[in-house]
Each structure stands twice: as structure tokens, then as C-alpha cells.
């Protein structure tokens, strides 16, 4: 038998040949002139940056850093690496001088793609990464491109329809690399082999592929869903495993990608997009997304026409059920996919919610292939107590790009098995769904109880003045740490620390709820709903009087 091994360029090179002139890409507003690309033009387009790659002398397996807010032009470049076996590189936007010094060194970056708006950051640095061949300005209306730059757009508009490919070729084993959020550390480079990658996604598409799969068979289902491919809408940053990886799924099932062309999240702004462009799936961040949204449609409960929406998928954050069930209630139809996942693991675990059946908080059923294993290598029986780390065999990343210490003890061979395991800790249930309790580098020992601050947060957000919450442990002389929990109130309400404190012990063992609570106006959590645990550890010792030393 015929074995395959996929490459997202060449799946996406079909989607461009049967869907021609359908709609790939639409930023902004689709009634204006340049906010919508059809597949046959993003095809194109990409050939023309690729060939303008070749061209400043690029080698097999360069990187490319996307140092861009969400846009067409972030799918479409990465299109292009793909078309000559380059490697994209995630960059995030908010990365201060030192940062994006240390992310583009790190992974070798030999080309860097950037909004026009960072030409003045890279100006303060350029002299500092004499690795980079290319630097190719996208104009966003905020600076003309500099001398030193290539115009993106220039380049794009020279490709042909003639699909443009490396004399090096490309095949599945081509990389693409997901720098983490450096929570745990630096950002790390997770290397993922296309293949892999592709054979992960489309286990929820109508033809899972496997090397084994027809590509003619798979052609021809593409080319028979006319005008129902999807239509997706990236909530989350491109930049992010959430945002780029629903991306890449839907484009290959020869899908529209919807992005905004605010820069900041507005959830009025998405649901007109949903309205607008007849979106079928979002990808979200949990709650950091969903209470907003759920604010606007509260506000407008009658504003927006939303049935077409038929999923909303998360990952990054765990989800309460109570915004869960307020989102079914306005958009009935809705399919709640809760995807627990990370950028070295994924599909750990999901939960699905509907209008019939809403999941509790945490509760995800296991993954194909998805294991807990205890800390002696053991798995976790269910019902057992245990406690272990979550993740997967099976398919995974190669490692992390010039880190083998770390590779190893994220990717242990335990028994002859090799696993990929992030470092969420969880529990089996008797009935074999998981409880997700939070990561290990965050654990707070209190008295010599372990209390994963994710599990004590999820209990704070169901108290009704609390918007968003946050546990830390800070020193403590008697117990070694005790948590203290960071507090956003409502606009209406500000509760006592006493009050917050009672909510938790009502719900949780008394070890587990704060001894301190502070309040602040924002928690401030990133555009992947992660947030900043030294941070807030930080406040919070401040608020106490603890010196650094103590």
C-alpha cells in the first residue's frame, strides 16, 4: 500500500486548485476593497513571498519569524515558508527589546516578517541579529517601509499561479515551530513535523488522514463542499498555538479565515464579523473571552444574528460551566468544545457542551492515547486518588529546538514509550473523566499539602462579585506557603476577603482557600488567557510587607 506523508503545502495547493475563486481570507470589513482573498489569490500571493525568500538566499529549514497582529497576510506568509520548506516562527507582539533579542537568536531566525507598526522597535535592535537574510515590512499604515526592508505586499503582487517549490523540495518531515509563553522559563521552541501535525488536526474532519489516506479521495471531499466549507474566525492571537493551529485545520478543508482588524479584543466587533461573514466555528480563550462576550450580548440580546454559529472552541483556560451555560442560552444551537491541550501535547483531553448537556468546570474526558502518569512512572488508576501528570503518546513533537535537557524531561521514554508530558497535574475519576488541577511549577505547598492554584481560581470565579481570580502562595513562617488570591471584582460589587474566603471553604478543603484576598481593577491576562503568576506573586507579597529575601 501507497503511504503518505502530508505537508500543509501541499494540501493547501489543492484547496487553492479546487476552490479557485471561493474566499480563503477575509480581514475586517468584507465590503471593503482588499479585505477579501480568494483561495486562487492567497495562493498566489504566497508564491510571490516564497520566491522573494529564495531570493535573499534562504536555505532548507530556515526560520521565519511573523512578528504581526492577526491578519491575512500572517496565514499567507506562512503558506509561503511552507511552498519552500521554511519554518515559521510564532513571535509575540508584546515582547519588549530583550525578548524578541532572545526569540530570534534563539531559533536562528533568518527572516523576519513585521507590521509596520514595530519598524521603530526592530530599528533599536536589527544591529543585534546578524543572522537575519530578510526583513519584510507589512504595511499597516503607520510607517513606509524603510530602506533596509522589503515591502511585503511588493513581493506578493509579483507571485504567479505557478506553484513555487525549493530545489531542496518538501515533504512531512518539515518542520514548524510553537515557541511557548515562557511561563514556565524562557519560550521554548516546540518542533512539530508537519505531518504529525496534520494527522493530529484532522482527526475532527470528515476524512481523518493517515499515511495510508488517498489523497485523490480527500481531494474530491473538498471539492464537494462548495459553498459549506467552513468559515472560521480566530479569536485568539495568530501568534498563539489556539488561534494558528484552528487556522490551520480549517484551511485544510479548503476554509475562510476571518480576522479582525482590531487589535484589541472587542467582543461587539467579533460578533458583527460572526454576523457579517457567516462565521461557523470560533477559537477562544475561555473565560478572558467569553465574559465579554457575554456582557455584549446581554447588553444586545437581539443585536446580532448569530445561526451560524455552531462551535466555539477553547484552549489555554479552563471554561466555568455558568458562562458555558449563558452562552447556549443565547446562541442555542452552540457546540461548547473545551480543549485541554498545550503547545508540546495535544488533544490531552476535551469536554463537550451542549444545550442538552453542560460539563462541569475541569471535567474533561481523556484523549485518544492520553495518559496520567504518577511521578514513579505508574499510570493513575481511576478512582484511585492519585495524582500525575497528564499527556499523551502517540503523536507528538520532536523535541524543544536547542534545549535536549529539557526535551528529556518533557518527553520521557518511560517502559520503551516515549510521552509528551507538559507538566499538568491531574487525577483520574472512577468513572474515566479527569479532574484538571493546574500546573506543577505554579504548586503551592501549604503545610505540606499540595494545592494547584487553577483548582482554587476555578472556585473563586463562581463567586458572583468575582470577575477573574488568581492564587499565589506567599511565605508563610508556620506553614512554609499560604495561598493568597488576587481578586478583579464586578462593577457592582467589591466583597470582603472574609466573604471570598467562606465561598472557597464551601467548596474546597479549608487548606485550599486563601488566607489573604486582594483586590484589583484588572488582572490583566494575556491575549491567550494566560496570565502572569510572578507577577501577581509579587503584588501580593508587596500587600503583605514580604521582602523579597523573606
Known amino acids: 500500500m501507497t503511504t503518505t506523508s502530508w505537508n500543509f503545502a501541499d494540501l493547501w495547493e489543492i484547496c487553492a486548485d479546487v476552490r479557485g475563486d471561493q474566499r480563503a481570507a477575509v480581514h475586517g470589513d468584507p465590503s471593503t476593497d482588499g479585505a477579501t482573498r480568494s483561495w486562487a ?8 513571498v516564497a520566491t522573494a525568500m529564495l531570493d535573499a538566499g534562504v536555505e532548507r529549514q530556515d526560520k521565519v519569524a511573523q512578528y504581526m497582529y492577526n491578519c491575512s497576510d500572517y496565514m499567507e506568509s506562512v503558506f509561503a515558508c511552507f511552498k519552500v520548506s521554511l519554518i515559521p516562527v510564532n513571535t509575540n507582539y508584546r515582547y519588549a527589546d530583550n525578548e524578541l533579542l532572545y526569540l530570534w537568536d534563539n531559533s536562528d531566525a533568518a527572516v523576519i516578517i513585521f507590521h509596520g507598526t514595530f519598524t521603530e522597535t526592530i530599528e533599536g535592535i536589527r544591529d543585534q541579529l546578524p543572522k537575519v537574510k530578510l526583513w519584510m515590512h507589512v504595511d499597516d499604515g503607520s510607517t513606509p517601509c524603510p530602506d533596509w526592508a522589503t515591502p511585503y505586499e511588493a513581493a506578493a503582487e509579483a507571485g504567479a499561479d505557478d506553484n513555487v517549490s525549493a530545489s531542496w523540495g518538501r515533504d512531512g518531515a518539515d518542520r514548524w515551530f510553537l515557541y511557548t509563553g515562557g511561563t514556565t522559563g524562557m519560550p521554548k521552541g516546540v518542533m512539530w513535523e508537519q505531518d504529525t501535525l496534520i494527522r493530529l488536526v484532522s482527526r475532527t474532519h470528515p476524512m481523518p488522514l493517515t499515511p495510508e489516506s488517498d489523497v485523490e479521495e480527500w481531494t474530491n471531499i473538498i471539492a464537494s463542499m462548495g459553498e459549506a466549507a467552513p468559515v472560521a474566525l480566530p479569536g485568539a492571537p495568530l501568534m498563539h498555538g489556539t488561534g494558528h493551529i484552528t487556522a490551520m485545520g480549517q484551511m485544510m478543508l479548503g476554509g475562510c479565515i476571518v480576522t479582525m482588524s482590531k487589535r484589541s479584543f472587542d467582543p461587539e466587533a467579533m460578533l458583527d464579523a460572526v454576523e457579517q461573514n457567516g462565521v461557523n466555528g470560533m477559537a477562544i480563550v475561555g473565560d478572558a473571552f467569553s465574559r465579554p462576550i457575554l456582557d455584549a450580548l446581554d447588553a444586545n440580546p437581539d443585536r446580532w444574528d448569530l445561526s451560524s454559529l455552531v462551535t466555539m472552541v477553547s484552549s489555554g483556560a479552563m471554561w466555568s460551566q455558568s458562562v458555558k451555560e449563558r452562552l447556549i442560552d443565547h446562541i442555542p444551537q452552540l457546540i461548547i468544545f473545551d480543549s485541554l491541550g498545550s503547545s508540546e501535547a495535544l488533544g490531552m ?44 503518546e502517540g503523536l507528538m513533537p520532536v523535541g524543544y529546538y536547542k534545549d535536549e535537557v529539557k526535551s528529556a524531561a518533557t518527553f520521557p521514554t518511560i517502559d520503551g514509550v516515549r510521552y509528551s508530558l507538559p507538566g499538568d497535574f491531574a487525577t483520574v475519576e472512577a468513572d474515566g473523566t479527569i479532574t484538571l488541577l493546574g500546573r506543577g511549577s505554579v504548586c ?8 494547584f492554584p487553577e483548582e482554587v481560581e476555578e472556585v473563586l470565579k463562581e463567586h458572583p462579585g468575582v470577575v477573574d481570580a488568581i492564587a499565589v502562595g506567599v511565605p508563610d513562617e508556620r506553614f512554609g506557603q499560604v495561598i493568597a488570591a488576587v481578586i478583579e471584582p464586578t462593577a457592582s460589587s467589591s466583597p470582603e476577603g472574609d466573604e471570598v474566603i467562606a465561598h472557597v471553604k464551601a467548596n474546597l478543603a479549608s487548606y485550599k482557600a486563601p488566607r489573604h484576598v486582594f483586590a484589583t481593577p484588572s488582572l ?21 510587607g514580604i521582602t523579597e529575601n523573606a
Request: glycine share 12%.
Open 444 to 451: 503551592i505547598n501549604t503545610g505540606g499539602e499540595k494545592v
Open 349 to 392: 483531553a476535551a469536554s463537550y457542551s451542549s444545550k442538552e448537556n453542560v460539563n462541569d468546570t475541569a471535567k474533561f474526558d481523556l484523549g485518544e492515547n492520553a495518559v496520567v502518569i504518577r511521578e514513579d512512572g505508574v499510570l493513575v488508576e481511576p478512582g484511585s486518588g492519585d495524582i500525575g501528570r497528564l499527556g499523551v
Open 524 to 544: 490583566t491576562r494575556a491575549p491567550n488567557g494566560k496570565i502572569d503568576y510572578k507577577k501577581w506573586t509579587a503584588f501580593a507579597r508587596e500587600q503583605l
Open 41 to 48: 489569490e492567497l495562493n498566489r500571493r504566497a508564491n510571490g
